[in-house]
Nanobody
Framework: QVHLVESGGGLVQPGGSLRLSCAAS????????MGWYRQVPGKQRELVAA???????NYVDSVKGRFTISRDNVKKTVYLQMNSLKYEDTAVYFC?????????????WGQGTQVTVSS
């Protein structure tokens, strides 16, 4: 079982920055691929960024060059640095941990943290 707790959301003006954190417990953190997803009411949850245990990353096109995902395997924490925030980045952001075992995907979610970009 993996327990994930996000923090760092809030209200920010367009062009501003926020850093989200997700602390994990109850697992060998480094073996999990960690991701940040976001969701707005009425839309599907979308993957924003992901990072493997080895540090490989991928991003949705809309955040490339603005967001950076990173992880600290000692602290069992994954981060999402969000710069140059736009109105359309407003969403609830969820932390995700997942791994494949014998073709079965195991994944866990945090409770979510609200990010609001508004002037």
């Amino acid at each position: 079982q993996v327990h994930l707790v996000e923090s760092g959301g809030g209200l920010v003006q367009p062009g501003g920055s926020l850093r989200l954190s997700c602390a994990a417990s109850g697992t060998i953190f480094s073996i999990y691929t960690m991701g940040w997803y976001r969701q707005v009411p009425g839309k599907q949850r979308e993957l924003v960024a992901a990072i493997t245990g080895g540090g490989s990353t991928n991003y949705v096109d809309s955040v490339k060059g603005r967001f950076t995902i990173s992880r600290d395997n000692v602290k069992k924490t994954v981060y999402l640095q969000m710069n140059s925030l736009k109105y359309e980045d407003t969403a609830v952001y969820f932390c995700n941990a997942n791994r494949m075992i014998s073709a079965v995907k195991y994944e866990y979610w945090g409770q979510g943290t609200q990010v609001t970009v508004s002037s």
